[in-house]
């Protein structure tokens, strides 16, 4: 699937906020574009390609796929600080889901998506980013909660 839009909750918390910041500035980097952010209750029903970004609580949209499980509960799945990133197709249209079990799981996952999926480096003497013409992220479904308690 090709990104197109991020959508985000009006009612997301200063680290989700920084989670989408965060993707947004560097597809922006990578591809040379901004990818536009939309809120997830402007979202049109046919918005092919959005990666939608926060929590079950303060994302509708990731709520709604929650519910019928068509994406795994972060709450219930993983530990503190866990993410999901899934890809699916629903109503035919594909989307980029990036959730947690807390807001710095949502933060991890995005930090993950940079490296793991979009080759992004993070060096103590800089960054690595990738060009690219578009930015298309193959068939995911990753669960991924850390070791240690960093809290």
Avoid: W
């Amino acid at each position: 699937m090709i990104l197109n839009s991020i959508s985000v909750s009006d009612s997301a918390s200063e680290l989700e906020m920084l989670a989408v910041r965060t993707l947004q500035d560097y597809c922006r980097q990578i591809i040379g574009a901004e990818i536009p952010l939309i809120s997830s209750h402007d979202l049109e029903t046919d918005a092919d390609g959005a990666v939608l970004i926060g929590l079950p609580s303060t994302n509708p949209q990731i709520d709604a796929l929650v519910r019928p499980r068509k994406i795994r509960n972060p709450e219930r799945s993983l530990k503190p600080e866990g993410f999901i990133i899934e890809t699916l197709i629903d109503g035919g249209l594909s989307k980029l889901v990036i959730t947690g079990r807390d807001p710095k799981g949502v933060l991890n996952g995005v930090y993950h998506l940079l490296r793991e999926i979009f080759g992004v480096g993070f060096f103590g003497d800089g960054r690595q980013v990738p060009k690219r013409d578009s930015l298309t992220v193959p068939e995911l479904s990753i669960a991924s909660s850390p070791k240690f308690n960093n809290q």
